[in-house]
């Protein structure tokens, strides 16, 4: 079977595929595809629509600024805000979010809530792994963009995190019990918005 790259060799392959990316996506590489479906299409002039209309492919439309009229406008570089006062501001998002938090983390109903999370049994101690990750941040890598966690970034005091290993047959068993379980937990309640996500999900139809 083989391996599956990691550390610094995926890094090196993430950084390949965005580089990739980005030459496909940006200015030039859209450019060059804009010229190369052009001139197909000029080259297939004129082009049968219905039995009775044909369509003539012509030169490309080029937007200019024309007297006192403006085609283009240019609104300069776009911010992103992290409180209703607007005062929070970055160019940037991850930044941002780094540095402010989300924009709804002051409308955090709980600041130490209770979240429970399933997970499929086979997968629990990785599913363990990343819930500690999410909730206290990831300091095992340099230069981490979430070294704060869930916790810091919304400002909560000791959110506590149920972990509930669902088995893939009788997954509704399970469910049903856990339920009860966090119902015996102070501050759960099986009625709560977690458990009506996850009943609507079950009994949505397919």
């Not at 940006?26 to 001139?39: A, R, S, V």
């Not at 999370?117 to 206290?136: M, T």
């Not at 379980?181 to 309640?189: D, E, N």
Request: aromatic share 8%; proline share 9%.
């Amino acid at each position: 079977m083989p391996q599956r790259p990691t550390g610094a060799p995926i890094r090196i392959i993430e950084d390949r595929r965005s580089s990739a990316e980005g030459d496909l996506l940006g200015g030039p590489g859209l450019e060059h595809l804009y010229q190369t479906m052009g001139n197909v299409l000029t080259r297939n002039s004129p082009i049968s629509i219905t039995p009775s209309i044909d369509c003539k492919v012509l030169g490309r439309i080029t937007p200019a600024n024309e007297g006192n009229y403006k085609t283009v406008v240019d609104v300069g570089m776009s911010e992103y805000c992290f409180d209703p006062a607007k005062k929070k501001r970055t160019s940037y998002a991850w930044p941002g979010i780094g540095k402010f938090g989300p924009f709804s983390r002051d409308t955090f109903p709980k600041k130490s809530p209770r979240v429970l999370v399933f997970a499929p049994d086979k997968s629990s101690g990785k599913f363990s792994q990343f819930i500690e990750s999410l909730a206290h941040g990831v300091t095992s890598v340099q230069n981490s963009r979430f070294a704060g966690g869930f916790s810091k970034i919304f400002h909560l005091h000791n959110p506590e995190f149920h972990n509930a290993s669902i088995p893939l047959l009788g997954v509704r068993e399970a469910h049903v019990s856990r339920k009860r379980r966090f119902a015996s937990i102070p501050g759960g309640h099986p009625n709560s918005p977690t458990f009506d996500a996850v009943n609507r999900r079950r009994s949505a139809p397919s």
